[in-house]
């Protein structure tokens, strides 16, 4: 069911604008350069979640339109190509939020509590800010808001990283509870998942993340990611040259693994044979890394640079989003029984 009228699959896929230095490599890597190899054979459209990131800034709510633009300029740099695949910011595309209020009826309130990102960012949140108050309904309600972003383009697949496989597999539920409730209307949302890429170590070896401080961003100078992986961590028993190393544990071996999936074996034979030292390994990541991440940094300083053909994207890729998302919303209310 459910494929477009040029008989191509259905593919959604969205990413938070969290702040200043927008995308870093474990989004590029996890999810961004699929979608970028899927968008001539698929209908793709790359949306940025904005009122998701409200979820966690909503006092600094004025700041994520900058945000957005950042992420948009990310998703361009890395080669989506906006005349073939709808760049377009949730807030601009209003049935996101009449699809959500309509799923939050139908969604059991112990699904949402037991998604273990919510439970993460609570205890986060509660932490470090001022307690109980600034964990919101919002908040409990993000995977609802996933759910509605996909199904309301009736999207097949949703390439994403590992991270996301729990809030995936709630979309499929609300389909699939919609669906028994009111007739079909959804196909069921499968995550697509790159098994060498599902996750991206960050610098301290857990998971690449920007709430963790352990990133390295797209923007980041040649010096930056310099100083980054230098700094990065390593096998912890290899405190010389000679003693053997662990590749599978070791920050700069995967991340070469990623960067260089040709010529990576040699450097992991040599670093479990104690016949390289972690600077060489370091330095010559740092080579690869730059030369890889070069031109993305051009291209993106370059779009930053005319907002207004920017702004134009945006606002083009929400108009054509917003013609999908219509005709769902018909559907829906229709099967619903409103006028
Ligand atoms: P977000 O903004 O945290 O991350 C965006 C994408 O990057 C992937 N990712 C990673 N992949 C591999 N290794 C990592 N270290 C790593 N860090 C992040 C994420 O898996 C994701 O694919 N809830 C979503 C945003 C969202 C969404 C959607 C996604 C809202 N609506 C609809 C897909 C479809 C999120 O916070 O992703």
Redesign the pocket.
């Known amino acids: 069911m459910a494929e477009t009228s040029q008989g191509r699959k259905r593919i ?5 604008p ?1 702040g200043t230095g927008a995308l ?1 490599i ?2 590029l ?4 350069r699929n979608w970028v190899q899927m968008q001539d054979e698929t209908e793709l459209y790359c ?1 940025i ?1 904005d009122w ?1 990131a409200l979820t966690t800034r909503y006092a600094e709510a004025n700041k994520i339109w900058e945000s957005c633009l950042e992420v948009a300029a990310d998703y361009i740099a890395a080669g989506i190509d906006p005349k073939k695949a709808p760049v377009f910011v949730q807030s601009q595309v209003k049935e996101h939020a009449e699809l959500h209020l309509l799923l939050s009826m139908i969604t059991p309130l112990g699904w949402l509590e037991r998604v273990p990102s919510f439970k993460e960012k609570r205890d986060l949140m509660e932490s470090k800010a001022e307690g109980d108050e600034s964990v919101s309904y919002g908040l409990l309600g ?1 995977p609802c ?2 759910a509605a ?2 199904l309301l383009y009736r999207a097949h697949a ?7 496989a729990a ?1 995936l597999e709630i979309s499929r539920e609300i389909a699939r509870r919609f669906n028994h409730l009111y007739g079909e209307v959804f196909p069921e949302p499968k995550s697509h998942i790159s098994e060498t ?6 610098l301290d070896g857990r ?3 920007k709430s963790y401080g352990n990133a390295i961003f797209m923007a980041d100078s040649a010096d930056e990611v310099a100083k980054k992986v230098m700094g990065a961590f390593t096998t912890p028993t290899k405190m010389r040259k000679t003693d053997p190393g662990v590749p599978e544990s070791c920050v700069v071996c995967q991340l070469r693994k990623v960067y260089d999936p040709e010529g990576y074996k040699t450097s992991w034979d040599e670093d479990r044979a104690g016949e390289r030292g972690c600077v060489q390994s370091k330095r010559e990541l740092i080579e690869i890394l730059n030369s890889t991440l070069e031109p993305i940094r051009k291209r993106r300083r370059e779009i930053l640079d005319d907002r207004a053909e920017l702004e134009r994207i945006l606002k083009d890729g929400a108009d054509r989003a917003r013609e999908a998302a219509v005709t769902t919303m018909n559907m829906v209310r229709s099967a619903m029984g409103f006028k």
């Open positions: 959604l896929s969205g990413m938070q969290t870093h474990g989004n890597e996890g999810a961004l949306c979640v998701h993000y808001l996933q972003d996909i949703v390439p994403v990283g590992k991270d996301q809030h890429t599902a996750v991206i170590p960050g998971k690449m993340s």
